[in-house]
C-alpha cells in the first residue's frame, strides 16, 4: 500500500488504528504466554532480531512506549533505525524477514503486525459485530482445512462444534459487554476430521474510537485436554480404589491420600494431611518408613507389614512403595499403597486348617486301604487255596455235587479279590501312586491271550466273541498288565450286558499313532442321557434293589484312569437296544517313566552253585500267624516234596533257626511282637542267616509295599492271595527243589 495518496492526517489515523490493533493482540496473547509479545520488545537490543549478515546495521534504532489516552500505542523510532537493516520475528525460523525502509512508517507498523501475527503458533482471527469473520491467519485456516474464500464473511458459529455454539454465542455477547474474554474453551470443527479444543481470548476491535468487532487468538489445547481426561480418569480410579493410595514426601510428611485411606486407617482426610505415614506404623514406626523410603527410591518395593488404625486396632498390610520423580528423573515424592490382607490371613489359616485334615483324612483312607487290603485278602487266601486244593481233589475225590460247591465258593473268591483289587487300584490311581512298567507289547499275540481268558463266560451264556487285528501293527509301548486290565473289563461287561447267544466284538487298529481298541455288542444299550456317569466310580446305571446285572461301578472309572495315565483316552458310543461301542486309544510310543523299580535281591553266588534239579528235599521257614494260612502252605509246601516248619511269631522264627538250617524263609509282615521288617533286620545281621533267602507273603499291597520289602533286604515278594504259579516258580528259583505238582489257582 503507497502512503502517497494519503494526508498526513489520514496517515496517522491509519498509524494509530494499527497500534490499537497490536495492543489488543499483546492483551489477547499475554495469557497464553506469546513468545513474542510486542511490548517484550521494549528495551532489548535489537542485535538480537538483526541477521548475522547485516551485523554492521547495528544502530541505536529503539522502540520506545508512551501512553494515550486508548491505552499503550507502539512508535517506530524512524530517525535511529539504520536503513535497509532486516527484522526476524521471534521464535519464527520460516518467517520472511522484514525490511525496515526509513521512508515509510505506516509499511513497517503493518509489517509488524502482519509479521507476527502470521508466524503465530496459535489461531488468529478477527470478526465484525454481526460474528461474521474478517480475519484468520495461516495456522488458523490450516486448522479449519479452509481457504479464504470458504471462511471470508462466514458466521463463526458455522466453525463451532455443534455441542458448544450456545456456550460460545454467549461468550462471544460477554466479549460485547465486558471487552474481555479470557480462557474460554470450546471445540472447533474443521472441514475434515476430528474436532479440535481450543482455548481463546479475545478483545474488541476499535477504528477511529469505533467499536468494529472482536479479535481472538486461539491455542489448541487438545492435547492438554486429553491429557486432563486421562488425570480424571486416573484420580477418579484412585478415588474409587479398594486399596489406600498415600503420596508423601522424601521424609514420609503425607501431601495427599485418598478415601480408600480413611477408610482402612480410620482417620479423617483433612486429619491426614501434614502428618506422618509413620502414624500407621506401630512399632518403631519412624525407622520402617525410612526404610520404606529407602526402598522407594531404590526403585520400589512390596511386601507384609503390621498396620495400625486409628482406634489402635493393628492389622496385616500388602504394602507397596514406590518412587514418583520430577522432570529430571529424580525421586522428589514416594506412593504407598496398602491393602488391608486380614480376610486373606483368616482365609490361608482356614485353608492350612482344611489341608491338615484332608491330610489326616487321605492318612486315614490310606490306613484304611491297608487294613482292609490286610483283613479280606488273609481270609481270601485260606478260601481261594483251600478251594483250589479241593477243586483238584489232591487229597480225595469229591462227588459231583461236592465238586460244583467248591468251583462256586473258588469263583465267589475270585469275584471278591477283583473287587478288592480295583478298589485298591482306583485309589492308586487318583493318589498318583501308581508307576507304569512301560515294555513293548506285541498286539495281536496280546489280543489273542487276553480273549482267551473270556472264552469261557462267553461260552456259558452262549456268545460268540468276533475279532479283526489289523496285520504289521507295531509293538505297543504301555504296561501289558495294565492294557490287560483295560480290555478285560470291556470285554467282561460286553459280555455280561448282552443278551444271551448274540455277538460281541474287539476290533484293532492303528489311527494317527494310537492303538485303538474298540469293544462291541448288541446288548441292551445305554441312553445318551447316563453317558456321563458311566465312568464316575461306583456308579451303576440301575442301582434299583431289582437290578439284573452284578457290578460295583469301578470297571469304566478305572479303565478310564488307567488309559490317561498312558496318556490315551475312553470313548462310548451307545443308544438302548442297539448295543454299545466304547474304544480306547492308547499312543503306541509312550515313554519309559524315569522312576526305577527296585528288583529283587538277587541270590548269592554260594546258594546258586548248590540249586540243582534233584529232588532233594529243602526246608521251608514259615512265619504266619495265621493258622489257616500257615496250614495252607504246609499242607501244599509238603505235597509238593517240602519240609515245612511253622512259627507264629518272629522270636518262634529267630529260635528255631538257633537250632535249624532252612533254605528259604516265607515271611509275613504283619506279625504280633517283632514284625517282619525287624525279623529280615536281625536274619541279615546274623553271619549265620544272613545267606538264607526271604520272600515276603503279605497281604499288605498297597503302593510301595513291595519296594519296602525288597529294600528291607527280601529277595522277592508275594501279594496274598498267593498265586500258586508264582509261588513255585519262587521256591524253584531259591531252593534246590522244584515242586512235583503245582497246584494252579
Not at 509413620?278 to 507389614?305: N, T
Not at 466273541?465 to 501293527?473: E, G, P, R, V
Request: proline share 4%.
Amino acid at each position: 500500500m503507497s502512503i502517497s495518496h494519503e494526508t498526513n492526517d489520514e496517515l496517522r489515523q491509519r498509524i494509530k488504528d494499527l497500534e490499537q490493533q497490536l495492543q489488543a493482540l499483546k492483551d489477547a496473547v499475554a495469557p497464553l504466554q506469546s513468545d513474542l509479545d510486542p511490548l517484550s520488545l521494549l528495551g532489548r537490543s535489537q542485535e538480537k532480531f538483526v541477521l548475522p549478515a547485516e551485523s554492521y546495521h547495528r544502530s541505536q534504532t529503539s522502540i520506545s512506549s508512551s501512553s494515550g489516552e486508548n491505552g499503550h500505542n507502539l512508535h517506530l523510532d524512524r530517525e535511529k533505525r539504520p536503513l535497509n537493516s532486516t527484522v526476524v520475528p521471534a521464535n519464527c525460523e520460516n518467517a520472511a524477514p522484514l525490511r525496515y525502509h526509513p521512508e515509510i512508517d505506516y509499511q513497517d507498523s503493518e509489517q509488524l503486525f502482519r509479521a507476527y501475527v502470521e508466524t503465530a503458533n496459535d489461531m488468529v482471527y478477527t470478526v465484525d459485530m454481526a460474528g461474521g469473520l474478517t480475519f484468520i491467519n495461516s495456522y488458523g485456516q490450516k486448522l479449519l482445512g479452509c481457504n479464504e474464500t470458504e471462511w471470508l464473511g462466514r458466521p463463526y458459529l458455522d466453525f463451532v462444534a455443534q455441542n458448544d455454539r450456545q456456550r460460545t454465542a454467549e461468550a462471544f455477547a460477554l466479549l460485547m459487554q465486558t471487552g474481555e474474554l479470557v480462557d474460554f474453551e470450546f471445540a472447533l470443527q474443521p472441514k475434515t476430521g476430528s474436532e479440535i479444543y481450543m482455548q481463546v481470548n479475545g478483545r474488541l476491535l476499535y477504528r477511529n474510537q469505533q467499536l468494529i468487532g472482536g479479535m481472538g487468538i486461539a491455542r489448541d489445547v487438545t492435547e492438554r485436554k486429553r491429557f486432563e481426561k486421562q488425570l480424571q480418569m486416573f484420580l477418579k480410579a484412585v478415588e474409587s480404589a479398594y486399596d489406600s493410595a498415600i503420596i508423601t514426601d522424601l521424609n514420609g510428611q503425607i501431601q495427599y491420600a485418598n478415601p480408600a485411606a480413611s477408610r482402612m486407617f480410620g482417620y479423617n482426610l483433612d486429619a491426614l494431611s501434614g502428618k506422618n505415614i509413620a502414624i500407621f506404623y506401630p512399632e518403631d514406626g519412624q525407622e520402617q518408613v525410612r526404610w520404606l523410603i529407602q526402598r522407594a527410591a531404590a526403585g520400589g518395593w512390596s511386601g507384609e507389614f503390621i498396620c495400625q488404625r486409628y482406634n489402635g486396632d493393628r492389622f496385616p498390610a500388602l504394602v507397596s512403595v514406590g518412587p514418583i520423580c520430577n522432570e529430571n528423573g529424580q525421586p522428589s515424592a514416594v506412593s504407598f499403597i496398602s491393602r488391608d490382607i486380614t480376610s486373606q490371613k483368616q482365609t490361608q489359616a482356614e485353608l492350612a486348617a482344611k489341608n491338615i485334615e484332608l491330610e489326616r483324612a487321605n492318612r486315614l483312607k490310606s490306613e484304611f486301604l491297608a487294613n482292609m487290603s490286610h483283613e479280606l485278602r488273609t481270609p481270601l487266601t485260606a478260601v481261594l487255596g483251600f478251594s483250589s486244593l479241593l477243586g483238584q481233589q489232591i487229597f480225595g475225590e469229591l462227588n459231583a455235587k461236592q465238586a460244583l460247591y467248591v468251583r462256586q465258593i473258588h469263583q465267589s473268591g475270585k469275584h471278591l479279590l477283583n473287587l478288592i483289587n480295583d478298589v485298591l487300584d482306583l485309589s492308586k490311581v487318583e493318589a498318583g501312586q501308581i508307576v507304569l512298567d512301560i515294555a513293548p507289547i506285541a498286539v495281536p499275540q496280546f489280543c489273542e491271550a487276553t480273549l482267551a481268558l473270556v472264552q469261557e463266560q462267553a461260552r456259558s451264556r452262549g456268545i460268540s466273541i468276533h475279532k479283526s487285528i489289523q496285520t504289521n501293527l507295531i509293538p505297543l509301548m504301555a504296561d501289558e498288565l495294565r492294557v490287560r486290565q483295560m480290555l478285560l473289563n470291556l470285554l467282561s461287561n460286553a459280555i455280561k450286558f448282552s443278551n444271551e447267544h448274540s455277538n460281541i466284538g474287539l476290533d484293532v487298529t492303528s489311527q494317527g499313532g494310537y492303538l485303538v481298541l474298540a469293544v462291541w455288542d448288541e446288548g441292551i444299550g445305554i441312553p445318551e442321557s447316563q453317558h456321563t456317569l458311566l465312568f464316575q466310580p461306583f456308579q451303576q446305571l440301575d442301582s434299583s434293589l431289582s437290578r439284573r446285572h452284578e457290578g460295583t461301578g469301578l470297571g469304566l472309572a478305572l479303565t478310564r484312569q488307567l488309559a490317561e495315565l498312558h496318556g490315551g483316552t475312553v470313548e462310548v458310543e451307545s443308544q438302548m437296544g442297539q448295543g454299545s461301542r466304547f474304544t480306547i486309544r492308547l499312543p503306541l510310543k509312550l515313554h519309559q517313566p524315569s522312576e526305577e523299580k527296585l528288583q529283587p535281591l538277587p541270590v548269592s553266588e554260594t546258594l546258586l552253585s548248590t540249586a540243582s534239579e534233584s529232588q532233594t528235599s529243602s526246608c521251608v521257614l514259615v512265619v504266619e500267624d495265621n493258622s489257616q494260612n500257615s496250614m495252607l502252605l504246609k499242607d501244599l509246601l509238603q505235597h509238593w516234596g517240602y519240609e515245612v516248619y511253622c512259627a507264629v511269631d518272629g522270636c518262634q522264627a529267630l529260635a528255631w533257626l538257633g537250632s535249624h538250617s532252612a533254605d528259604l524263609i516265607l515271611l509275613d509282615i504283619q506279625l504280633p511282637g517283632l514284625d517282619g521288617f525287624e525279623i529280615i533286620r536281625r536274619i541279615r545281621a546274623n553271619p549265620v542267616w544272613c545267606k538264607i533267602p526271604v520272600v515276603a507273603t503279605t497281604a499288605l499291597a498297597m503302593v510301595g509295599d513291595r519296594d519296602r520289602c525288597l529294600a528291607a533286604g527280601m529277595q522277592d515278594y508275594i501279594s496274598k492271595p498267593i498265586d500258586y504259579d508264582i509261588l513255585a516258580t519262587i521256591l524253584a528259583k531259591y531252593t534246590r527243589h522244584r515242586p512235583l505238582r503245582p497246584v494252579t489257582t
